[in-house]
């Protein structure tokens, strides 16, 4: 039986505490995580806060830079090992996390060691009141120990895209992964040891949120600032936890996204770009489109192609020859996802296609699958239209004009993400000046260009990360006035 150790000051440690891990494939027990308790979160601060005294907080930045690339390096050299360790934990397909999940574990690394490389400060001269000259510059520092919490949709992704950029900027880290998805953080940690990364500088801790590692890592005072990636609601304890000290927080909540089409869009194109954002990782994407409006025009041939498509879908195991959609990733939230759909009857949708459970093989009976499902019919008050369910649905709805379907999307309280549909110019840039959303995606879903910013209006988020943007929260900028 695997075991998953916590990760502190360069050592894998076991704990008195295990809980089970079990695969959403089959939901057999897969692995033992060790739960952290307070000793061992201290114990990974005070092995952050050492290191950042240490070699690594002496460190040149050109050092630095070498040690991440070849954390992506070796990263990419155990590719099989990251890709068996995401698909065991999550089930997802194989093309999709060898596609998108581990190339972005290493790319994480290296974009935001080009980044500290390359990204300049400020500096400005001046004239003084008794006409000399005096010059100003900035100097960025780390801003210390970064407690790292993360969800369980693309564990390693989601994971390096806070590591990545807080490494580069010269602090120390301590993840701790979803209580669902302990494999590839863990992983990590042989990389670390592995490519000379000094020891404290990376750190995991195992548990769950209130009253486990989650809850003792963002109360601890020997943490500096806050990263976190999940719910919305997790997200209002987490700020309660980081306003004792005053301590900085960097938020990535949920969504609830509109994906709208207008009738000039390349049909297919459109189609084939609303099947990704309502269905891709089992529709288990903060950025996916859970609504989609449809104007009047296509609606009917754009409802009909969409759910030919996903009535097709294959449902399995990672490497099932053609699988389209995985499990769910949990019991429980099958049992959310479900009760969604039956809410969504109990409304009065119609359900297009899916709607409740695939019939599956003997052996893969006890895993978390769902099927595709699409509804149309209900009214915006509908709780599958206004609720982020996070499973492989939408609701589709029609409108006509550019100004209505302005308003349905941002009849919400989120704001994270939209992708819309169209090949009018001046439609497209109205859309992306008037939809209140961080991202904005137009004949395009999930392009990610890794330089640009990235993060959520409204309640899906707090600050923006991404490119030189992670630099603000990452760093404090110290300005330092000369007088010459
Ligand atoms: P979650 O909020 O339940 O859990 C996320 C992490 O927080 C886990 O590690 C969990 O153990 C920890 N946690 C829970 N309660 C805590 C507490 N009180 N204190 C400290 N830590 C706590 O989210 P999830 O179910 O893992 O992920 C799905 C959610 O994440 C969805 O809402 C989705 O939209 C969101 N998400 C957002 C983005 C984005 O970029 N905006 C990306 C991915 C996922
Ligand atoms: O691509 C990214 O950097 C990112 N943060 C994606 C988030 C996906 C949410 O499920």
């Known amino acids: 039986m695997k075991q998953f150790h916590n990760f502190i000051d360069g050592e894998f440690a076991a704990?008195?505490?295990t809980f089970d891990k079990r695969t959403p494939i089959t939901n057999a027990v897969i692995g033992q995580v060790h739960e952290a308790g307070q000793a061992e979160v201290d114990a990974a601060v005070a092995a952050a806060r050492a290191a950042l005294k240490g070699e690594w907080g002496r460190m040149p930045v050109t050092r630095r830079v070498e040690l991440l690339y070849a954390v992506a390096d070796e990263i990419n050299r155990r590719f099989d090992d990251f890709l068996a360790a995401e698909l065991?934990?999550?089930?997802?397909?194989?093309s999709l996390a060898s596609h998108i999940d581990i190339p972005r574990g290493a790319a994480n690394f290296k974009v935001f060691a080009d980044i500290i490389k390359n990204v300049p400060t400020e500096s400005f001269e001046m004239t003084t009141p008794d006409g000399g000259t005096a010059i100003s510059y900035a100097l960025r520092s780390p801003v210390g120990v970064v407690g790292v919490v993360c969800p369980w949709n693309l564990p390693l992704l989601l994971m390096t895209w806070?590591?990545?950029?807080?490494?580069?900027?010269?602090?120390?880290?301590?993840?701790?992964p979803s209580e669902e998805t302990p494999a590839t953080a863990t992983l990590l940690g042989e990389v670390m040891n592995a490519v000379g990364i000094p020891k404290g500088v990376y750190n995991v801790v195992h548990g769950f949120g209130p009253g486990s590692a989650g809850e003792y890592l963002t109360r601890h005072p020997g943490v500096n600032a806050i990263t976190f990636t999940g719910e919305t609601r997790t997200g209002e304890a987490i700020m309660a936890a980081a306003a004792k000290g005053v301590r900085p927080v960097?938020?990535?909540?949920?969504?609830?996204?509109?994906?709208?089409v207008f009738a000039d869009a390349d049909f297919d194109k459109a189609v084939a770009g609303i099947m990704r954002s309502a269905f891709e990782n089992c529709g288990q994407v903060c950025l996916g489109t859970e609504r989609v409006y449809v104007q009047r025009p296509i609606f009917d041939k754009f409802v009909a192609a969409l759910a030919a498509k996903a009535a097709a879908l294959k449902i399995g195991p990672p490497d099932m020859p053609g699988v389209g959609l995985g499990p769910l990733i949990s019991a429980e939230h099958k049992?959310?996802?479900?009760?969604?759909?039956?809410?969504?009857?109990?409304?009065g949708a119609t359900v297009v296609t899916g709607g409740g459970e695939p019939d599956m093989p003997a052996e893969l009976k006890d895993g978390h699958w769902v099927q595709p499902t699409i509804w149309t019919g209900l009214p915006e008050s509908a709780a599958v239209i206004r609720e982020e369910i996070f499973g492989p649905c939408c609701h589709i709805a029609p409108f006509d004009t550019v100004d209505e379907a302005i308003a349905l999307?941002?009849?919400?309280?989120?704001?994270?993400?939209t992708t819309v549909w169209t090949q009018n110019l001046s439609t497209?840039?109205?859309m992306a000046r008037e939809i209140e959303v961080g991202l904005c995606w137009i004949n395009s879903w999930f392009?990610?260009?890794?330089?640009?910013?990235?993060?959520?209006?409204?309640?899906?988020?707090?600050?923006?990360?991404?490119?030189?943007?992670?630099?603000?929260?990452?760093?404090?900028?110290?300005?330092?006035?000369?007088?010459?």
């Open 428 to 430: 497209a840039h109205r």
């Open 335 to 347: 049992a959310k996802v479900l009760s969604y759909y039956a809410k969504a009857k109990a409304e």
């Open 250 to 260: 960097s938020f990535e909540l949920g969504g609830k996204n509109a994906g709208v």
């Open 409 to 417: 999307a941002n009849a919400t309280d989120y704001g994270l993400a």
């Open 162 to 176: 806070k590591v990545g950029p807080a490494l580069a900027c010269g602090n120390t880290v301590i993840v701790k």
């Open 88 to 94: 065991a934990d999550t089930g997802k397909p194989h």
């Open 15 to 17: 704990t008195g505490n």
């Open 447 to 484: 392009l990610r260009d890794l330089r640009t910013a990235f993060g959520g209006s409204k309640a899906s988020g707090i600050g923006r990360e991404g490119g030189v943007h992670s630099l603000e929260f990452y760093t404090e900028l110290r300005n330092v006035m000369v007088k010459l």
